[in-house]
């Protein structure tokens, strides 16, 4: 018989507050913080605070963002996209962007001391797949998600 798993997950995107101020910065100062603003030119330039796609002609921030900021040999950054309009991602339990679902994504599972205790490639398809076997494992307290091919971050996961 099929265990059934009742393990539900909240993917989170990232607060606007945070990003705000580049918004009001010039291209010189912009540069000066290893950030610069950019226009869609396709319709994939996945934002982290809405969860959404840039739609082609949008401004974004593209800038360095500290996604582990933990005491850990894992503490790492690198480049996310912030729509100049986005509004916070107010996602249901078990919801998954399709930002996430279309992308090829490197899974991380961390634990309670920020260590990397599962980890997996896999089609966004199949994603919930992935975090259900993540969780199931005790020690998994969170997950990171990124965007496989760039290596980009693309969330954080938590039990709901």
């Known amino acids: 018989m099929k265990k059934i798993n009742l393990q539900n997950f909240q993917i989170q995107g990232l607060p606007f507050a945070a990003f705000q101020p ?14 610069m603003m950019v226009v869609a030119d396709d319709d994939t330039a996945p934002c982290r605070v809405s969860l959404a796609h840039a739609a082609v ?24 996209y912030v729509r100049k309009i986005a509004v916070e991602a107010s996602l249901a339990p078990n919801a998954i962007p ?42 998994v307290t969170y997950i990171h998600l990124h965007f496989a091919r760039r290596g980009c971050y693309a969330a954080r996961v938590d039990r709901a």
């Open 22 to 35: 580049y918004f009001e910065m010039t291209a010189e100062q912009l540069e000066n913080h290893g950030a």
């Open 57 to 80: 002609g949008e401004e974004l921030l593209l800038v360095s963002y500290q996604h582990q900021p933990a005491h850990s040999p894992y503490r790492a950054t690198g480049p996310i």
């Open 98 to 139: 399709e930002q996430i679902r279309c992308r090829l994504l490197s899974v991380r599972g961390y634990d309670i001391d920020d260590l990397i205790v599962e980890a997996e490639v896999a089609e966004g398809a199949v994603i919930e797949t992935i975090i259900e076997r993540f969780f199931d494992n005790a020690q």
